[in-house]
């Protein structure tokens, strides 16, 4: 295990609105790189601190480091397409967004413009509605793979001078989506300035992150990772978006990465489809006052509880000798793995069913992803599901195909120990 201290920095100042008022909430040690899989074994594997700061100023909890963003992304194992339950999510989104834009182009076409648009997987099924659609992405993989489906798509981070690049991105979009993208950058401020001046007064603007809420009350603190520099609440949110000219109309909670928020805003509200949804929440983040540390003091309580049950837990498992597999190896791994201070000698090995992970290294421990086709050839009686926000996904299929599996293991958002029973 090595410290990384040469590629970083500490961060200074709040990256929202650049205060040096920053106050620590939690620190989970140190942790290697979420999604950085390796294809050959490093002796001295690198290890980085995970801490949250929160700005006294603002509100906004943001990651206490600054790494760079073309190291973490430019070979980014995520695809949108991994799993039933996304992309049925992604569908759905998809029909809503299209009902919701009612007003087209003066073409008569939505014209959707989506960045960090990943493998294309929502573009696509916004273009089998007869949307023009056009995708921005830096992960050259996922922009290949798009590409193949018939998304065109930009391969390059989102900035003024991609916008200036590109002049086909200055096009008069109906739809801007950015999906789990804010929360990835330490670019905030420049990525809403390039959203603003692509937006006219009809273009209507989706926002997508995991719910700093929800983060809090669910103890979701494997959402906690390198990539997540930003951990956005409606009250830390709201300031930055007037201040480029954007105004929020509604917003939408739901279960997606544990819990999540979708806002929509716009530069002009008057006559849109909005409702009391955005004061509502607003006013339970003052309830629950989402600014006082004291949450993290119980946040951090909750975890110390957590680590407790999955210890015990495990440890009897292979004291009776079950063979355990860690299903999944998703960017939140390396945060509930060493956060929870788990070991390799727990589990037997580890599998994904994302192609693009299998026969890579495991963060940190130099062991090898297998395909989940693997525990038909070792049939164990026990899966321990890192991947917990695909659940239904997962235990659907260990339920109908692996009838060897007798209990799944679910640490969050509540522990849970599902004991299959086969007799019926």
């Known amino acids: 295990m090595g410290l990384n201290i040469s590629t970083i920095k500490s961060r200074k100042k709040c990256l929202l609105c650049n205060s040096d008022y920053l106050e620590v909430v939690v620190d989970l040690g140190i942790t290697p790189l979420a999604n950085k899989l390796v294809n050959e074994t490093i002796e001295n ?3 980085y ?41 992604l569908e759905e989104l998809s029909l809503d967004l299209v009902k919701l834009n009612i007003n087209k182009s003066n073409s008569g076409v939505l014209k959707v413009f989506e960045i960090g648009s990943n493998d294309g997987s929502l573009l696509n099924y916004f273009k089998k509605l007869g949307c023009v659609v056009l995708g921005i992405d830096p992960a050259f993989e996922a922009v290949v793979e798009a590409r193949s489906i018939g998304i065109e798509t930009i391969h390059s981070f989102f900035s003024l001078e991609t916008i200036e690049s590109y002049p086909h991105v200055t096009d008069e979009w109906d739809l801007i989506i950015i999906n789990n993208v804010l929360a990835h950058t330490n670019n905030v401020s420049e990525i809403l300035e390039g ?85 509502e929440l607003l006013k339970y983040e003052e309830d629950i006052d989402i600014l006082s540390t004291s949450n993290w ?118 522990f849970e120990i599902i004991e299959i029973n086969r007799s019926q």
């Open 49 to 89: 601190p995970l801490q949250l700061v929160m700005c006294r100023n603002c509100g906004h909890v943001q990651l206490g480091l600054i790494l760079d963003t073309n190291f973490v992304f430019s070979d980014y194992p995520y695809r949108s397409n991994t799993g039933t339950t996304s992309m049925i999510r």
């Open 297 to 414: 003091k119980t946040f951090e309580k909750m975890i110390q509880d957590l680590r407790f049950k999955i210890s015990d837990t495990l440890f009897s498992l292979k004291q009776n000798n079950s063979k355990v597999v860690g299903y999944g190896v998703p960017a939140k791994f390396s945060t509930m793995f060493y956060g929870l201070g788990l070991s390799s000698e727990l589990f037997d090995y580890f599998v994904d069913d994302n192609q693009n992970k299998v026969g890579k290294l495991v963060p940190g421990l130099n062991i090898e992803v297998k395909s989940v086709m693997t525990l038909f050839d070792t049939q164990p009686e026990c899966i321990f599901v890192f991947c917990w926000n695909y659940i239904n996904d997962v235990k659907d299929f260990i339920s109908k195909e692996c009838v060897f599996v007798k209990t799944i293991i679910v640490p969050l958002p509540s």
């Open 195 to 279: 959203i603003s001046t692509l937006m006219s007064d009809k273009t209507k603007l989706v926002i997508e992150f995991s719910y700093l809420v929800d983060v809090l009350e669910r103890n979701l603190f494997d959402t906690i990772y390198h990539e997540h520099v930003s951990y956005f609440s409606l009250t830390s949110l709201v300031p930055i978006l007037k201040r480029f000219g954007l105004k929020i109309f509604k917003v939408e909670r739901f279960d997606a990465h544990g819990g999540s928020l979708r806002v929509f805003a716009a530069k002009k509200i008057n006559g849109l489809d909005s409702d009391n949804s955005f004061i």
């Open 45 to 47: 594997s690198l290890f």
